[in-house]
Protein backbone atom coordinates (compact mmCIF):
# COMPACT_ATOMS: atom_id res chain seq x y z
CA UNK A 1 0.00 0.00 0.00
CA UNK A 2 0.55 3.71 -0.58
CA UNK A 3 2.25 6.21 2.19
CA UNK A 4 0.05 9.42 2.29
CA UNK A 5 1.04 9.82 6.22
CA UNK A 6 0.18 13.21 7.21
CA UNK A 7 -1.26 14.24 3.76
CA UNK A 8 -3.75 16.78 3.17
CA UNK A 9 -6.31 14.85 0.76
CA UNK A 10 -9.18 16.94 2.09
CA UNK A 11 -12.57 16.53 -0.51
CA UNK A 12 -10.76 13.79 -2.67
CA UNK A 13 -12.66 11.56 -4.71
CA UNK A 14 -11.05 7.94 -4.01
CA UNK A 15 -14.36 6.10 -4.67
CA UNK A 16 -13.79 2.31 -5.10
CA UNK A 17 -10.29 2.76 -4.72
CA UNK A 18 -7.77 0.16 -3.92
CA UNK A 19 -5.62 1.38 -0.64
CA UNK A 20 -5.19 -2.12 1.22
CA UNK A 21 -2.99 -1.98 3.59
CA UNK A 22 -1.76 1.75 2.70
CA UNK A 23 -0.72 3.97 5.32
CA UNK A 24 -3.16 7.44 5.82
CA UNK A 25 -2.03 7.59 9.56
CA UNK A 26 -2.81 11.07 10.45
CA UNK A 27 -4.25 12.37 7.14
CA UNK A 28 -6.86 15.07 6.48
CA UNK A 29 -9.56 13.10 4.97
CA UNK A 30 -12.17 16.19 5.58
CA UNK A 31 -15.11 15.02 3.33
CA UNK A 32 -13.64 12.68 1.12
CA UNK A 33 -16.00 10.54 -0.76
CA UNK A 34 -14.77 6.65 -0.07
CA UNK A 35 -17.48 4.68 -1.36
CA UNK A 36 -16.94 1.61 -1.93
CA UNK A 37 -13.30 1.72 -1.38
CA UNK A 38 -11.21 -1.21 -0.03
CA UNK A 39 -9.19 -0.05 3.29
CA UNK A 40 -8.64 -3.56 4.54
CA UNK A 41 -5.93 -3.40 6.85
CA UNK A 42 -5.29 0.15 6.23
CA UNK A 43 -3.59 2.48 8.79
CA UNK A 44 -5.69 5.54 9.57
CA UNK A 45 -4.69 6.06 13.08
CA UNK A 46 -5.16 10.18 14.33
CA UNK A 47 -6.99 10.65 10.45
CA UNK A 48 -9.51 13.42 10.68
CA UNK A 49 -12.84 12.01 8.49
CA UNK A 50 -15.14 14.50 9.39
CA UNK A 51 -17.94 14.07 7.04
CA UNK A 52 -16.33 11.48 4.75
CA UNK A 53 -18.05 9.21 3.16
CA UNK A 54 -17.33 5.82 3.76
CA UNK A 55 -20.57 4.15 2.21
CA UNK A 56 -19.76 0.30 1.69
CA UNK A 57 -16.04 0.93 2.43
CA UNK A 58 -14.38 -2.25 3.49
CA UNK A 59 -12.37 -1.41 6.56
CA UNK A 60 -11.67 -4.95 7.50
CA UNK A 61 -8.58 -5.14 9.92
CA UNK A 62 -8.45 -1.13 9.64
CA UNK A 63 -6.49 0.95 12.11
CA UNK A 64 -8.72 4.06 12.95
CA UNK A 65 -7.22 4.60 16.51
CA UNK A 66 -7.70 8.30 17.80
CA UNK A 67 -9.41 9.12 14.03
CA UNK A 68 -12.10 11.82 14.38
CA UNK A 69 -15.15 10.28 12.78
CA UNK A 70 -17.17 13.34 13.15
CA UNK A 71 -20.50 13.36 10.91
CA UNK A 72 -19.01 10.67 8.89
CA UNK A 73 -20.93 8.17 7.00
CA UNK A 74 -20.24 4.62 7.70
CA UNK A 75 -23.59 2.68 6.13
CA UNK A 76 -23.47 -0.78 4.78
CA UNK A 77 -19.12 -0.27 5.88
CA UNK A 78 -17.19 -3.34 6.82
CA UNK A 79 -15.04 -2.66 10.02
CA UNK A 80 -14.77 -6.16 11.37
CA UNK A 81 -11.85 -6.82 13.12
CA UNK A 82 -11.51 -2.94 13.03
CA UNK A 83 -9.08 -1.12 15.73
CA UNK A 84 -11.17 2.11 16.91
CA UNK A 85 -9.68 2.67 20.18
CA UNK A 86 -9.46 6.40 21.36
CA UNK A 87 -11.33 7.48 18.31
CA UNK A 88 -13.61 9.99 18.05
CA UNK A 89 -17.02 9.26 17.28
CA UNK A 90 -19.77 11.70 16.68
CA UNK A 91 -22.96 11.94 14.85
CA UNK A 92 -22.69 9.01 12.47
CA UNK A 93 -24.59 7.32 9.97
CA UNK A 94 -24.21 4.25 10.50
CA UNK A 95 -27.23 2.22 8.61
CA UNK A 96 -26.16 -1.75 8.19
CA UNK A 97 -22.72 -1.46 9.13
CA UNK A 98 -20.77 -4.08 9.93
CA UNK A 99 -19.14 -4.48 13.67
CA UNK A 100 -18.00 -7.81 14.79
CA UNK A 101 -16.51 -8.93 18.89
CA UNK A 102 -13.10 -8.82 17.60
CA UNK A 103 -13.57 -4.51 16.79
CA UNK A 104 -12.47 -2.74 19.17
CA UNK A 105 -13.97 0.51 20.78
CA UNK A 106 -11.97 0.50 23.85
CA UNK A 107 -12.03 4.68 25.00
CA UNK A 108 -13.41 6.04 21.92
CA UNK A 109 -15.59 9.00 22.27
CA UNK A 110 -19.01 8.47 21.05
CA UNK A 111 -22.13 10.55 21.46
CA UNK A 112 -24.79 8.59 19.96
CA UNK A 113 -26.62 6.09 22.46
CA UNK A 114 -28.30 4.39 19.75
CA UNK A 115 -24.50 3.46 17.73
CA UNK A 116 -23.54 2.06 21.66
CA UNK A 117 -26.18 0.08 21.54
CA UNK A 118 -25.84 -0.85 18.04
CA UNK A 119 -22.20 -1.84 18.31
CA UNK A 120 -22.54 -3.41 21.87
CA UNK A 121 -24.81 -6.07 20.21
CA UNK A 122 -22.30 -7.48 18.22
CA UNK A 123 -18.99 -6.29 20.17
Given at each position: ?????GGDV???NLSGGRLVGSNLGGADLVGAR???ANLVST???GANLR???LVGAKLVGANLGGARLVGVDLGGADLKH???TNSIIIN???ESLTVNSSTEFNN???DDSQFIDYITQYT
Open positions: GGNVSMGALWGRLWDAHAELPNYATI
